[in-house]
């Protein structure tokens, strides 16, 4: 939701609220303690003071000096230091009238001396102003608060919206190098092949078998690095059937550990309509993060774990995605093995928001948990 600026209705009638209720409430205060000192110090040299009739001076004061700060626009955005301060003055000097002009009609200064007239004015001026000014000094700690949430809103949008930017042209990098890779690489590597296919050709029976032989070897390792490494290297990048959705990609990953190892996959209701192909809601930088986990859990498992089981699930958890991968692997100790491969997407997890448990037990297998907070459930929930 966005902070309220100053020249916001709701912002200014915020400002006016807090102008009054502080000054109202420090006069309420000096209106009822003043009334009642007085009573006692006139009660006790056998004076008789009519008390509820200060009183009812004294707050027909506060209720000027209120009316007052409205009508001058104390409270009004971007008005001039000056302006503020001589309104205070003013409205503070305009009350203290009201109130000695309201004592003398309820009859409790019948014939007042001037020296009567000039000290309640000016202790009612005085404390008028101390309410007015402490009143003035709490809206602009308001504003000031206002405008600090308003900033710091403003730089977590920009923050984020250099996060997506980021991520975004990852995913593009990524897609377009491994596009590369399975392509024009593997198209070149081919053509190297047939290259040398033709080449053995030739020179069949004029060359040493020896040599023909040697060719042939690098005509197989050629190969092999276009099935294997380019191949490997372009999942890597940007995991297959990625672009359809993030569950068709786990199933892809999945798909491709040896059938020796017993591999579950569990999808909740609600992942599978955040991920629908037709309505995905889901971007390709959360799909990739996802994977991504699901991938580091699994080859844990195979190269360090020696898992029999890895048992893949995907929930929804508030407004974020859980990925869960457990094995019954051999497990380990925590602490006693580098774990950077899962350090970096734990970090990665983090500047998305979201946050990577990984527990484990020596003999009884490893949990991976990944909180990936979705784009389309916290602006739902907003």
């Known amino acids: 939701m966005p902070a309220a600026t100053a020249d916001d209705p709701a912002a200014a009638r915020a400002d006016r609220r807090t102008l009054l209720l502080a000054a109202g409430t420090v006069m309420s205060v000096f209106a009822v303690g003043a009334a ?75 014939h007042p001396a001037r020296s009567v007239v000039l000290a309640e004015v000016v202790s009612g001026a005085v404390v008028a102003w101390i309410a007015g000014f402490m009143g003035l000094a709490a809206m602009l700690s308001q504003r000031r608060l206002r405008t600090q949430v308003a900033a710091a809103a403003e730089s977590r949008l920009q923050i984020e919206l250099a996060l997506q930017a980021l991520q975004y042209e990852e995913v593009r990098v990524r897609r377009e190098v491994a596009e590369g890779l399975h392509g024009s690489m593997q198209q070149r590597l081919v053509l190297v092949v047939a290259r040398l296919d033709r080449l053995r050709d030739r020179l069949s029976g004029r060359a040493e078998p020896e040599d023909l032989e040697l060719l042939g070897e690098v005509r197989e390792q050629i190969e092999l690095v276009r099935e294997t490494d380019v191949r490997s290297t372009s999942r890597m990048l940007y995991p297959d059937q990625l672009e359809v959705g993030m569950v068709p990609a786990v199933r892809a990953l999945l798909g491709r550990i040896p059938t020796t190892v017993n591999t579950r996959f569990g999808v909740a209701d609600e992942v599978r309509v955040l991920d629908d192909p037709a309505d995905p809601r889901l971007t390709r930088s959360e799909r990739l993060l996802a994977v991504r986990v699901v991938e580091e859990g699994v080859t844990n498992a195979l190269r360090h774990g020696h898992a029999a089981v890895v048992d893949v699930r995907v929930a929804v958890v508030g407004d974020a995605l859980e990925v869960r991968v457990a094995d019954d692997g051999v497990g380990f100790v925590p602490g006693s093995v580098p774990a950077s491969g899962t350090a970096r997407l734990g970090d990665r997890l983090r500047l998305a928001g979201g946050d990577l448990r990984v527990t484990s037990v020596p003999g009884n297998g490893t949990q991976v948990v990944a909180r990936l907070p979705v784009e389309s459930l916290r602006t739902a929930a907003r």
């Open 36 to 110: 009642a000192q007085t009573a006692w110090v006139y009660g006790n040299q056998g004076g008789s003071v009519p008390v509820l009739l200060r009183i009812a001076a004294n707050l027909t004061a506060v209720v000027g000096m209120l009316v007052l700060l409205v009508v001058v626009g104390v409270a009004r955005p971007r008005r001039p230091t000056t302006l503020v301060v001589l309104g205070v003055l003013a409205a503070g000097v305009a009350a203290a009238g009201v109130r000695f002009g309201v004592q003398v009609t309820l009859g409790i200064y019948p």
